[in-house]
């Protein structure tokens, strides 16, 4: 499925994603930044499928939570460091994020405890997941990040803005003029 299929409905990309989901085969959707690869400007979107959610050990692999019914959606659209002005990397830090989080939400052995953060990760149901018409883009699920408080007055705040807005436009007029007498010197 492409990248718009995940909230898309046309050539049955709807009816394909509520099998999925009512299949329970999502584990987990990933959504990443744009600018990632040198051939797309476009953001991707990991999927990650898994038959059984049940946590069994499987050959090679330990035991995990049961995850039946759930699905975990990780916003990782902000992450990223501008290499230049085309090219965006996804730091280790941000990719050990990623990955501890998916690990910690299947319960993994040796993995933090899994946590909702607001704006980043969300581990929804399938109930969730269908109240949105099957839509699985991440950014619906995981929400805003919380903001900080910002305890300073309304009225004080503007006072303060206003007056550094202003000493700002009249730092511009001193420059502007600066600039236009060193045009007319140069006879411009």
Same mark, same amino acid.
Request: hydrophobic content about 20%.
């Given at each position: 499925l492409a990248n718009g299929s995940m909230s898309s409905n046309q050539s049955g990309e @709807? =009816? /394909?994603?509520?099998a999925l989901i009512a299949s329970d085969l999502v584990d987990c959707m990933i959504a990443l930044p744009g600018q990632l690869f040198y051939t797309t400007q476009i953001p991707a979107c990991l999927w990650f499928v898994a038959r059984d959610k049940s946590g069994k050990p499987t050959a090679g692999h330990?035991?995990?939570r049961n995850r039946k019914g759930e699905t975990l959606f990780i916003d990782a659209r902000k992450l990223g460091v501008l290499m230049d002005?085309?090219?965006r990397e996804l730091i280790d830090e941000e990719l050990a994020r990623i990955a501890g989080t998916?690990? !910690?939400w299947r319960g993994e052995p040796e993995a933090d405890d899994y946590e909702d953060v607001p704006g980043f990760?969300?581990? !929804?149901?399938? =109930? =969730? /997941?269908a109240s949105? @018409?099957?839509v699985l883009t991440p950014g619906r699920y995981v929400g805003a990040e919380e903001l900080e408080e910002d305890d300073e007055l309304f009225e004080e705040k503007m006072e303060r803005l206003t007056k550094k807005l202003y000493a700002q436009f009249e730092e511009s007029a001193k420059l502007e003029a600066a600039i236009r007498e060193n045009l007319r010197r140069l006879g411009l």
């Open positions: @709807g =009816e /394909i994603r509520k330990k035991p995990c002005r085309t090219h998916y690990q !910690a990760c969300k581990s !929804a149901t399938l =109930e =969730e /997941i949105h @018409g099957y």
